[in-house]
């Protein structure tokens, strides 16, 4: 799987617009873009997912780069739940394909 | 979503002896399942990939003798931490994914092993 780069660590105001930026530089034409948060002792929680256009769900939105080097993850009203660790990862869509974890984003939202 | 459920949430046990971790799947088959480790302000380090009636497949590093995976149904994974040590305490997390390649991997909750 590729590599990813995410900044160490964020904050943002509560009720705000929170955006987590994710580089992968070198990712394939196969490989997709993964997020997930962990919350504090307990286990990563799926966000979203995409290939290379703009995905959106009830959580989150993401925004992938035209040339898929880089993708945005964005809350769009961050609220005090939504501290934790973001990681973004990259991986090919196949049967059984592991998820390496970065060192993730550390999100603080504060009121 | 699916749902993973991991047990224990939290053990204590003495140096030496042996600790099973369950991992179970409980609105869909797994046919994959993946063991985690996750030390004090660390990432999640994958430690191996089980696949329902096969053996374990182990990251570089991981002692397969120490580990002990079992995968023998699509909703059940266990992890023994064999004669446990200190060292081995840690954030251990399971995570499972349904038979259908598009699906997305989901996690337990995650079991904190503390070793005295």
């Known amino acids: 799987d590729a590599k990813t780069t995410q900044p160490p660590s964020m904050d943002c105001a509560e009720g705000r617009a929170a955006n987590l930026p994710c580089n992968h530089s070198?990712?394939?034409?196969?490989?997709?873009v993964y997020w997930y948060r962990q919350i504090h002792s307990q286990g990563p929680q799926y966000i979203i997912h995409?290939?290379?256009n703009n995905e959106t769900n009830e959580m989150a939105s993401l925004i992938i780069t035209e040339d898929r080097k880089s993708s945005t993850l964005i809350l769009p009203h961050a609220t005090l739940r939504d501290t934790a660790v973001y990681y973004c990862?990259?991986?090919?869509?196949?049967?059984?394909?592991?998820?390496?974890f970065g060192g993730g984003t550390r999100v603080l939202v504060k009121p | 979503g699916a749902v993973v459920s991991q047990h224990p949430s939290r053990v204590i046990c003495k140096s030496g002896t042996s600790v099973k971790i369950e991992c179970r799947s409980l609105?869909?088959?797994?046919?994959?399942m993946f063991w985690y480790r996750q030390f004090p302000k660390q990432s999640l380090m994958l430690m191996a990939t089980s696949n329902e009636g096969s053996k374990a497949t182990y990251e570089q590093g991981v002692e397969k003798d120490k580990f002990l995976i079992n995968h023998a149904s699509l909703t059940l994974s266990t992890l023994t931490v064999t004669s446990a040590h200190p060292e081995d305490s840690s954030f251990y997390i399971c995570?499972?994914?349904?038979?259908?390649?598009?699906?997305?991997?989901?996690f337990g909750q995650g079991t904190r092993l503390t070793v005295v």
């Open positions: 995409g290939l290379k």
């Open positions: 995570s499972a994914r349904d038979r259908n390649v598009w699906a997305e991997a989901f």
């Open positions: 070198t990712i394939s034409g196969n490989e997709y």
């Open positions: 609105d869909f088959q797994a046919t994959t």
């Open positions: 990862i990259v991986r090919v869509l196949a049967a059984g394909n592991k998820l390496t």
